[in-house]
């Protein structure tokens, strides 16, 4: 007859698996790791020593910021648990770019690069393309963020309906920010199926003002003015919504950020 594990009271347990008892009644708490048993009359945990790589294991992920969501996929185990993962790589991928992009501005101001980066202008024709899209509302202090988000749900949606993205992504917002922004994210494809959660939108058709942006998201206001001075220059009059592209937004971290930029004219 094999033997049972021996129970262990949740203090000998949170010892082995270097946690405060808190964060294992937490983990019980939102359904990540519950007791072996609890007794009926007294409420007390316990725990076998079976369950220590578990909790060594979400503690690992918890560390990193994974969500509750997250790390329950990649506990049941099974086809969830790949994607789970490499979902969080590119979470922290995005984020170590991000700060990369950080770095670099620091290191403009510290060495008085400050100066207005060189925007070349085009005139171009807007085709009205059909595009794959997802809908957002951002504050307007944090559209930056919420675009990223708004295009990894998309990068989800298209993902799960097999339709493979032709082009970089992109979103689109009124040329005037206000407290809340309302916009759409989007991507071209090469076919867009009817499928659930996946929407579409039209691109606008127009003649538009275009610039390519080489440095951070933080100093992009600089190749909207280009564009702006170069409209009212010739006499022209801006409309919306503008459409900003993300070139390098799937590239290494070491990759220098492009932020194409177009202003549809009226």
């Given amino acids: 007859m094999s033997e049972q594990p021996r129970p262990m009271m949740i203090g000998d347990f949170a010892r082995r698996c270097r946690l405060p008892v808190s964060t294992l009644r937490y983990y019980d708490r939102i359904g990540l790791l519950a007791p072996a048993a609890v ?60 700060a990369q992009r950080a770095l670099a501005e620091l290191d403009d101001l510290l060495a008085g690069r400050d100066g207005a980066p060189r925007h070349d202008l085009q005139v171009v024709s807007l085709g009205g393309h059909r595009v794959a899209a997802a809908p957002f509302a951002a504050p307007g202090a944090d559209l930056a963020s919420c675009i990223l988000r708004g295009i990894a749900g998309l990068r989800t949606a298209l993902r799960r309906s097999a339709c493979a993205r032709a082009g970089p992504w992109g979103a689109t917002f009124p040329l005037e920010i206000t407290d809340q922004v309302s916009g759409l994210v989007f991507a071209r494809a090469e076919q867009l199926p009817s499928a659930p959660g996946l929407a579409t939108a039209w691109l606008p058709a127009a003649r538009a003002v275009r610039t390519v942006h080489h440095r951070g998201p933080g100093t992009l206001a600089l190749a909207y003015q280009a564009v702006l001075d170069r409209i009212d220059h010739e006499g022209w009059t801006p409309a919306g919504p503008v459409i900003e592209e993300y070139l390098a937004l799937d590239a290494p971290a070491a990759t220098s950020p492009a932020i194409q930029v177009t202003v549809p004219l009226a």
């Fill in 39 to 98: 007794d009926p009359s007294s409420g007390y945990r316990r725990y076998t020593a079976a369950q220590v790589p578990v909790a060594v294991l979400i503690g690992r992920l918890r560390a990193i910021g994974t969500a509750p969501q997250a790390i329950a996929a990649v506990l049941a185990g099974g086809p969830p648990a790949g994607p789970a993962l490499a979902a969080e790589r590119r979470r922290l991928e995005d984020q170590a770019r991000d």
